[in-house]
């Protein structure tokens, strides 16, 4: 009788150990902090990133999320204020976006903060999935030339159960038309804020 249920036991428990082994094996893909100029900024775009979410007061993606959520950070370069773009799933599977509005240097940062319902033909329209292999500029051969002197970043994180990524760009619109990764970033950007327009 002892027998059966030593290997019950042992058989639950290997059980366990798999999934364990499955909720702890989340990929964090960060691109290049080494110390090149674009391999910098990225350090300090994701720092900056944390900041924000502890002075919004909004979850960090780091470490996984039940569901696929998305955030595009928009920055100005001189002038305030500042836009997040959060897109997720509910617990019923409908798309929502949030648009945080809000000021880097302010305490109460926060200008505006409103969320609304995408329709199943918008979500489909942003092509969510190509994002998780899109280069980061510090990855890119040349990522150094691209930039500007006082232009917009594009901080990106994507986030579900099994992985987390950052991308990040300096000047996509100005450097849009010398590599397609800016566009692309460039482009998810503009459709996210004309969905918030749009409802």
């Not at 300090?44 to 039940?66: C, M, V």
């Not at 305030?80 to 897109?87: G, L, M, S, Y």
């Not at 990522?143 to 760009?169: A, L, T, V």
């Not at 996509?172 to 566009?183: A, G, M, T």
Request: aromatic residues 12%; proline residues 3%.
């Amino acid at each position: 009788m002892r027998l059966p249920i030593a290997i019950l036991l042992f058989f639950f428990a290997s059980c366990r150990n798999q999934g364990d082994t499955g909720i702890n094996a989340l990929s964090r893909v960060i691109p290049d902090t080494s110390r090149t100029w674009a391999g910098r900024m990225t350090r300090d775009a994701f720092s900056q990133t944390r900041t924000f979410e502890k002075s919004l007061k909004i979850g960090s993606l780091i470490d996984g999320t039940a569901n696929d959520e998305i955030r595009v950070w928009y920055l100005s370069g001189s002038y305030d204020p500042q836009v997040a773009f959060i897109a997720k799933p509910d617990s019923f599977s409908k798309w929502t976006l949030r648009i945080i509005s809000f000021y880097r240097t302010k305490v109460d940062s926060t200008y505006n903060d409103y969320s609304l319902v995408l329709r199943h033909t918008s979500v489909d329209s942003l092509n969510l999935n190509k994002y998780w292999t899109l280069t980061s500029q510090s990855d890119l051969q040349n990522g150094d030339d691209y930039g500007c002197m006082d232009g917009e970043d594009i901080f990106i994180e994507m986030s579900n159960r099994m992985k987390y990524r950052f991308m990040w760009y300096r000047c996509p619109e100005i450097n849009k038309s010398r590599d397609s990764v800016f566009l692309t970033a460039s482009n998810l950007a503009n459709r996210l804020d004309a969905l918030a327009v749009e409802h």
